[in-house]
């Protein structure tokens, strides 16, 4: 009896990697925390901080999760990702992208910033994460654990920390490693057009028919 059962599986084979989605993965962070002994606190408007890492594997960066304690309001500082700069120690130069703000209460939380649509981060490119207080951040608290934990991850190197008490980009240094992570999606081959997957799913269909008629021949 000759069944022919290895066509058909690995049509379906096929077809079941094209329509799995990709899962996201970690690109660096420090969460959990160890406890919320440090961080920055936006007491002005006028404040800044900004954390830079550097890749060594491109990803589709999607979110990032900062550790944040607000105290009199609920509202959240603007969240980029910005380029890099080699003027000085290194300091953020130009936004990138821009996070939307989620809905935020009060007290201590860790809150998703997801981007309107995923940013490509390229291996061997240093980028920063920066909080950009504004007029309604006063009172809000970027949290850190004491003593600082580097942030690692597989797909990029922690750089360092920059501070700004008075403006923005962040530019002076700063003792304190905020509790954060991003995550993204791993670049995979594209995704055919649904008629193609449909296509070759009636492939596998017609491979398991013509098999069926062979064996009751």
């Known amino acids: 009896m000759n069944i022919r059962t290895p066509k058909l599986a690995f049509a379906l084979y096929l077809l079941a990697g094209f329509t799995s989605a990709a899962k996201a993965d970690i690109i660096i962070g420090n969460l959990p925390q160890q406890n919320d002994i440090g961080g920055s606190f936006f007491g002005n408007f006028t404040l800044s901080k900004g954390l830079g890492f550097t890749m060594t594997k491109s990803i589709d960066l999607t979110t990032a999760v900062l550790r944040l304690e607000s105290l009199r309001t609920a509202h959240a500082p603007g969240i980029h990702l910005m380029s890099h700069s080699n003027a000085g120690l290194g300091v953020p130069n130009a936004i ?30 240093t980028y920063w994460l920066v909080a950009a207080a504004n007029s309604t951040t006063t009172g809000l608290n970027w949290l850190g654990s004491g003593p600082p934990v580097t942030p690692t991850g597989t797909y990029a190197t922690y750089f360092g920390e920059r501070y700004d008490q008075d403006g923005f980009p962040p530019t002076g240094l700063s003792p304190a490693i905020n509790s954060f992570q991003l995550t993204g999606n791993p670049i995979t081959a594209p995704v055919p057009e649904p008629s193609a997957v449909v296509a070759l799913s009636a492939v596998g269909l017609l491979v398991f028919t013509r098999s069926r008629r062979r064996i009751s021949a």
């Open 96 to 125: 990138l992208a821009t996070f939307q703000i989620p809905t935020m209460g009060l007290g201590i939380a860790n809150y998703v910033f997801t981007l309107p649509t995923p940013y490509r981060l390229q291996a061997g490119t």
